[in-house]
């Protein structure tokens, strides 16, 4: 169930009148129900949920957040006026401290125990503003700060204040107050020049400089379509380039940084077709080791760094063990490798700090070009897969799961190097198999009971408001 949150500036200089004899804030509040109108052909937009910031102090600004209903919504929109200063740092933080106000109460981001892409919140939030200074009480701003500070408990445990599952997209209105006689650009919307350019995009989301109704129509068809069930990866390439293809020519072989080598992009996380919601086995590492005498876990990224290695390994999948699987947004990466044209070798994928004695990790997955070469799929193993997936072929086809003493050495050998928080994952996993009993009840899941207190406090203490 998707959540559309708009924040609307209703600074001042949102009063400023076009040479379509509307204001700004009108014409936000008509792009806002025309959003709704073509969302509304997708029969996916009946679980959405709308939501509505200003830019007035907390918690006067939030005009529609989890309790109020869509008519609510409708008539808290209708009643907007542009009165105030061009807050936007504070009114993104409000936005994101809403978005994240009932995910310790879930457990949604699952923190200390690896990150399960399945396990999503999707989230859009469209700023419309004028792209006008950054006022507040203190004065002019030329950057976009976001208060540090918030009173929501268990912030600190993401060093940013939104998450993997949260996009931000501006529309940055730039009508004039005269009809240009300049031809616009036929192709495309540029992006904005204004502070919240750079804040977009770290999110995985982008600006739009809005010149005309038409390019303004064209911008709310194209946010549409971003309305996408997923998660915001960071990959980034580790060790050597792979070798040229046979029959590249020479001029494309191209040394230094290239825009492949590190992609900010989406994986899709598609919904079950007979659940309606995502199912999933696996998660992506943590970029550290638990350990049990910490009382604190260390601050986690809102993006997983997930590294790839472009040696060609051989794609590993077993019958009767489960894995999850995938797409890629399209991007430089994904056009790199199906432009290889090899969808039966793969990339391992790992994540830095995530063994206990090794700086790059174990691989926990790899990208795949598809059979048909039309996308790139990121597969999700378990932990070290190329260790554990052989003794479980050999548990099912050699041993007919009654194991050898030489094979449980093997096999306890292997837990020792995976992440402890695998166990619950990797217990279903064999029962799916039918080897129930290769686990041990009373394995630890890593974290400390500081560290668990903790964390079962702070669902507690958040509820909704």
């Given amino acids: ?76 929109l209708r009643n907007l006026q542009a ?60 950057e976009l700060h976001l208060p540090l500070t918030t009173p929501l408990p268990g912030s600190e445990l993401t060093k940013e204040p ?128 638990p350990d049990q005498n910490s009382p604190t876990l260390p601050p986690r990224s809102a993006h997983p760094h997930v590294r790839f290695s472009c040696l060609d390994a051989e794609p590993m999948v077993i019958d009767k063990v489960p894995f999850d699987k995938y797409e890629l947004e399209p991007s430089p990466l994904t056009q790199y490798i199906l432009e290889r044209k090899s969808p039966h070798t793969c990339w391992q994928v790992f994540v830095c700090n995530s063994a206990k004695y090794s700086d790059l990790g174990q691989p926990f997955g790899y990208l795949k070009a598809s059979t048909a070469l039309n996308c790139v799929n990121l597969f999700v193993m378990p932990y070290n897969y190329p260790v554990l997936l052989p003794l479980l072929d050999d548990l099912i086809k050699v041993h007919k799961f009654k194991p050898t003493l030489k094979w449980r050495q093997s096999f306890e050998n292997y837990l020792k190097t995976m992440p402890p928080y695998y166990i619950g994952a990797l217990r279903k996993a064999l029962r799916i198999m039918g080897a129930p009993n290769l686990l041990a009840d009373n394995m630890e899941y890593g974290l400390s009971y500081s560290v668990v207190s903790y964390l079962k406090k702070l669902s507690q203490q958040v509820c909704l408001r």
């Fill in 1 to 76: 169930m998707p959540v559309l949150l708009f924040l609307i500036d209703t600074s001042a200089s949102m009063n400023q009148r076009t040479h379509l004899g509307i204001t700004y804030l009108d014409i936000a509040k008509g792009a806002i129900e025309t959003f709704m109108k073509l969302r509304g052909r997708d029969p996916a937009s009946r679980g959405d949920r709308y939501m509505l910031v200003n830019y007035e102090d907390v918690p006067f600004g939030i005009k529609a957040g989890w309790k109020e209903s869509h008519a609510t919504f409708m008539t808290e």
């Fill in 162 to 289: 939104f998450r993997w599952d949260q996009r931000l997209f501006a529309l940055v209105l730039r009508i004039p107050g005269n009809a240009s006689v300049e031809p616009e650009p036929l192709v495309g919307v540029p992006l904005d020049d204004s502070p919240i350019t750079p804040m977009c995009e770290v999110t995985g989301g982008r600006s739009y400089s809005v010149f005309s109704q038409r390019m303004l129509n064209q911008c709310l068809e194209s946010l549409v379509q971003k309305i996408q069930s997923g998660v915001v990866i960071n990959f980034e390439k580790t060790g050597p380039d792979p070798p040229p293809l046979e029959d590249a020519p020479a001029e494309a072989v191209k040394s230094g940084l290239q825009p492949w080598h590190c992609c900010h992009k989406l994986i899709y996380v598609r919904p079950n077709l007979k659940t309606g919601v995502p199912i999933g086995h696996w998660p992506i590492p943590e970029a550290f080791w």
């Fill in 83 to 142: 009165t105030g200063l061009t807050t936007i740092g504070q009114s993104l933080r409000t936005a994101f401290d809403l978005l994240n106000l009932n995910r310790l109460v879930t457990g949604i981001d699952n923190y200390g125990q690896g990150r399960n892409p399945f396990f999503l919140e999707p989230a859009i939030i469209i700023a419309i503003t004028d792209g006008n200074k950054l006022t507040s009480s203190g004065g002019v701003q030329d």
